[in-house]
């Protein structure tokens, strides 16, 4: 990690960005600060190189940088037959210097529309937005919009795992609007 991003990653400390810890490290931290006899596995790669590993999920959340890397996780995700829940987040500068912040929770399951489908990951999305990342600035006060999405995309999970509440709806798509604070489903057409 370091002082640029610490802001927007949950549970870091000063001390971690002048050491340069792996963000990985920093989760496993977290997770073991709740649940001290958790079994933790960290791997500090791209999710590339670690396919073997995630494989083996039973879920895979993806929070990635770009549509082309969700387009990648989520295909990995339907040949193993895992189901996929991507959290994505977007700032954007408006004309009159002012910024809109938006995203979408979804639920991606084998068997049912992927990404593409719901014109979610387009080429042409891949194309603009290699053009326009980092336009906001080098540190966008994105936390509380991330831990929206993240918290929603958690619910998401814990209804594949547990009885507490099925849905029969394949894919799941909610969209966030974090100027006015309205997460809504949104319609499948």
């Known amino acids: 990690i370091e002082e640029s991003n610490r802001h927007r990653f949950v549970g870091s400390e000063p001390e971690d960005a002048r050491i340069g810890m792996a963000k990985v490290d920093i989760a496993r931290r977290q997770n073991l600060r709740g649940n001290p006899s958790a079994n933790v596995k960290t791997i500090k790669a791209r999710w590339q190189e670690a396919a073997d590993a995630l494989a083996d999920c039973d879920i895979i959340f993806g929070a990635v940088d770009s549509f082309a890397q969700r387009d990648e996780l989520e295909r990995f995700c339907r040949r193993h037959l895992i189901p996929y829940i991507d959290i994505g987040m977007v700032v954007t500068k408006l004309d009159d210097g002012e910024f809109a912040i938006s995203g979408q929770v979804v639920q991606s399951l084998p068997g049912g529309h992927c990404l593409r489908c719901c014109n979610i990951v387009t080429d042409e999305r891949i194309a603009e937005e290699a053009d326009q990342?980092?336009?906001?600035?080098?540190?966008?006060?994105?936390?509380?919009?991330?831990?929206?999405?993240?918290?929603?995309?958690?619910?998401?999970?814990?209804?594949?795992?547990?009885?507490?509440?099925?849905?029969?709806?394949?894919?799941?798509?909610?969209?966030?609007?974090?100027?006015?604070?309205?997460?809504?489903?949104?319609?499948?057409?």
């Open 133 to 189: 990342y980092g336009a906001v600035g080098p540190q966008p006060q994105v936390i509380w919009p991330n831990g929206v999405l993240a918290s929603t995309g958690v619910g998401f999970g814990i209804a594949l795992l547990t009885p507490w509440f099925r849905s029969t709806k394949k894919l799941r798509w909610l969209v966030y609007d974090g100027n006015s604070g309205v997460l809504a489903e949104r319609a499948i057409v």
